[in-house]
C-alpha cells in the first residue's frame, strides 16, 4: 500500500529538516561517492516505507535516525545490491554527488575527511554510538534509537570516545 | 584534540540544505521499487506452495486416471500438501515477526538474528519437512502404480518390459541414481548455503549484538 498524501508531505517536510542525518549516516558507514549514494537511496526507501508506521510515537528525529542506522548497519554491498537498487535518476544523481563532495573550506575537509575515516574504522556499533553523539544527541535519545539502556549508552560512549580518541591520535599529532 | 574539538569540526560540516530532490521523482522511483518488492515477495511466497498444489493435482489426476485401485495416493497428494502448508505458514510466521528498520537497532538485530537462526535450523533439518515428505510421496506415488498393475493383472506389461533391457534401466536408473542424487543434491545445496550465507551473516549480526550488549 502506498503512504497516503499526508505522509508524503511528512516524508517531503524530514527530507527538508533532516536531510543532513542521511548523508551523515551515509558517509559513516559507505565508500565512495558510489556506495553513499546507494546507501543514501537505501534508506530514503526504507524511510518511505516506514512512513505509514509512524504514529508521532517517537521524535521524527528519532525515526529516522533508527531507519537511517537500521539500514546502514544490514546494508550489504555487493553486485546483487547494486542491481536492485532504484535508477539513478537525476535528482537522485545529485544528491550523491552533494554528499560526496561538500563545499567545506580545505582545512576543515581535511579534518572532517580524517574523522569520517577514523569512523569507518570502528567497530558499526561504535560507529553508530558516536556518530549521534557528534550529532549532539542526549544520552536518553541515544538510548531511544539504539534500545540500550542510558547507563550502557554511557559505558559504551566512553569506550567508543577513547577509541576514536586513538584513531585519530596520529593524524591530530601531524595537524598540530 | 578532545572531544569537543571533534564536535566542532563535526558540525562545521556543509551538509546539503532542503529536501535535494523533486518529491515526484523520489515518489515514482520509490513506488516503482516498492511494487517490484511486492511482486518478488508475492511470488516467493505463492511459488513453493503452488509447485506442492500442482504436484498435488498430478497424483489425484493419477489416482482419478487409474481408478479406486490407487487409493493409497491419497497419502502421497497428503504429504505433498503438508509440504505446501508448512512453506505457506512459514511465510505468514516470517511476515508477522518481520520488524521494519524504525525500531531501536537491538531490537532489530535481536529480530534478524532469530530469523537467521530459524532458516539455518530448518535447512539443516531439510530432511524431516521437505525430502522425507517428498520422497514419501514419490515411493507411495510408485508402489501404487505397481500394486495397480498388479491387481489389474497386466502380465503383458511385466514380461514387455523384462524383454526390454534398455526400459528396465532407465527405470532402475531413475530410481537407484536420478532420484537419490536429486535429494542429495538438494540436502548439499542447503548445507552449502548455511555455511556461505546464513552462518557468516549470522556471526556479522551476533558480533554487532555482542557489541551492543557489552
Known amino acids: ?20 542525518i542521511f548523508v551523515k549516516v551515509a558517509r559513516s558507514f559507505a565508500r565512495g561517492e558510489t556506495e553513499v549514494g546507494e546507501l543514501q537511496q537505501e534508506m530514503m526507501f526504507q524511510l518511505w516505507l516506514s512512513l505509514p508506521r509512524f504514529a508521532n510515537q517517537a521524535k521524527p528525529s528519532t525515526w529516522i535516525y533508527r ?27 545529485r544528491l550523491a554527488a552533494d554528499a560526496a563532495t561538500p563545499a567545506e573550506t580545505a582545512g576543515n575537509k581535511d579534518l572532517l575527511e580524517q574523522l569520517y575515516s577514523a569512523l569507518q574504522a570502528m567497530p558499526p556499533s561504535e560507529r553508530a554510538l558516536v556518530l549521534l553523539m557528534l550529532d549532539g544527541l542526549a544520552y536518553r535519545d541515544i538510548a531511544e534509537v539504539t534500545g540500550m539502556t542510558e547507563n550502557h549508552v554511557g559505558v559504551a560512549l566512553t569506550r567508543a570516545r577513547k577509541r576514536l580518541a586513538a584513531l585519530l591520535k596520529g593524524v591530530t599529532d601531524e595537524l598540530e | 584534540m578532545n572531544w569537543n574539538d571533534y564536535e566542532a569540526i563535526w558540525k562545521r560540516q556543509e551538509l546539503p540544505v532542503g529536501a ?22 508475492f511470488m516467493r511466497d505463492i511459488l513453493e506452495a503452488v509447485a506442492g498444489v500442482f504436484a498435488s493435482g498430478v497424483f489425484a489426476y493419477s489416482w482419478w486416471h487409474v481408478g479406486k485401485e490407487a487409493w493409497p495416493m491419497v497419502f502421497a497428494i497428503a504429504l ?7 512453506f505457506v505458514r512459514e511465510r505468514f510466521r516470517a511476515h508477522r515477526l518481520r520488524l521494519g528498520p524504525d525500531v531501536p537497532l537491538v531490537a532489530k538485530v535481536e ?14 533439518n531439510i530432511w524431516s519437512w521437505y525430502l522425507a515428505p517428498c520422497g514419501g510421496a514419490i515411493a507411495i506415488g ?55 550465507q546464513i552462518e557468516p551473516r549470522l556471526e556479522e549480526l551476533e558480533k554487532l549484538h555482542q557489541s551492543l550488549l557489552t
Open chain 1, 1 to 20: 500500500m502506498s503512504p497516503p498524501a499526508n505522509h508524503e508531505a511528512t516524508f517531503q517536510a524530514w527530507l527538508e529538516e533532516h536531510r543532513g
Open chain 2, 20 to 41: 535535494g530532490a523533486d518529491l515526484a521523482t523520489l515518489r515514482g522511483a520509490f513506488e516503482k521499487k516498492r511494487r517490484k518488492l511486492a511482486a518478488t515477495l
Open chain 1, 67 to 93: 531507519v537511517c542506522l537500521n539500514t546502514a548497519l544490514t546494508w550489504r554491498r555487493g553486485a546483487q545490491r547494486r542491481e536492485s537498487r532504484i535508477e539513478p535518476e537525476a535528482d537522485l544523481s
Open chain 2, 80 to 86: 505433498i500438501l503438508g509440504i505446501s502448508g508448512f
Open chain 2, 142 to 196: 510408485g508402489a501404487t502404480v505397481v500394486r495397480v498393475l498388479i491387481i489389474k493383472a497386466q502380465p503383458e506389461l511385466f514380461s514387455a518390459l523384462l524383454q526390454n533391457p534398455a526400459a528396465l534401466a532407465w527405470i532402475f536408473a531413475y530410481v537407484g541414481i536420478v532420484l537419490p542424487l536429486s535429494f542429495w543434491g538438494a540436502w548439499v545445496l542447503n548445507r552449502r548455503a548455511v555455511r556461505k
Open chain 2, 111 to 124: 529480530a534478524d538474528i532469530a530469523e537467521l537462526r530459524h532458516q539455518r535450523h530448518l535447512l539443516l
